[in-house]
């Protein structure tokens, strides 16, 4: 019989991550008598991100952090938004910020994002942010590629020296991933399309002992190329024929993989747990617990 991959379930790890959290917060609230408070903003009624915003909440207040959904006009103005940001900023009481996206089309939503405190960053997104990841002194980082990285740590696998190959480089997945892995001095490769192009992706996904995945087309990533004994994380959502399916062909690479994330139930669901593990991680930062401030 041929053995097949043990799957990584997001669910599971999310569990963990969970007791983590409720720990440091016990710690919190035992030293500072509060737990920290994060504040969503959205400009504009978005049917698309109301079940995200009401998974954040739930999250949240399971674990014991306050949360507050702020909407503003649709009609408000960039320089509304962003005063309304800087308001957030000022309130010691808030101690993470996320800004619902999509913004409405006339305001540029780099410009908000921009406009967010880099300690009060719960998405891990801001420039500031990303500059500390590439320096090794991060305190937050992007929700998705935290997740993605844990999911390939839970293997208990020594991920140091290990040949990592990621594809897709956009800045909420692939490049955050690549920064959290060079701290394990895994070996790093990143793929886009360039490497597609040139006719190179198949022979660095066959190097790959970890494969991790994110660019949004539906098996894209043949089973048959997936090294054997690799873990394989697949980001992608997608959506074929009403099922959602991952950018790695799930049957084919689950032959060959150690260990694989299912799509949906791999990434995903720990993706919201990790943005609560950024708001304590930002409350922390705020007083002073990590020492110097870079
Ligand atoms: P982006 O569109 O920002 O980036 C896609 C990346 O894929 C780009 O770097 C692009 O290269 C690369 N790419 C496109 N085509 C190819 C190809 N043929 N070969 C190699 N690389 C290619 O996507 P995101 O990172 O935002 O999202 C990726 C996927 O992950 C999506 O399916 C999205 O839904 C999912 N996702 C899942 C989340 C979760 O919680 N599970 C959260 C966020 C995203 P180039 O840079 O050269 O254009």
Redesign the pocket.
Known sequence: MVKEAQLLK?AEIAKQVQEEIKTKLAEIKSKYGESPKLVALQVGAQSASELYVKKQKDTAESLGIQYEFVLMDEKSTEADVIKKVRQLNQDPKIHAIIIQMPMPAHIRGNHILSAVDSHKDAEGVHVDNMGRLVLQTAKVAP??AI??VRLAESTGINLFGKEVVL????????RPAAFLLLEHRATIT????????AGK?EDHVRRAEVLI?????PN?IPGEWVREGAVVID????RVDGKTV??VDFEGAKKRAAFITP?PG??????VTMLMKNVVQAYLWQKGEFGDDE
């Open positions: 997001g929700c998705t997740a993605a594809v897709g480089q956009s800045k909420i997945v692939g990143i793929c886009h399309t360039g490497t597609a192009k992706l995945v994110a660019v949004g087309k894209m980001v992608g959502i997608n991952g950018d799509v791999g990434v995903g669901p720990l993706t």
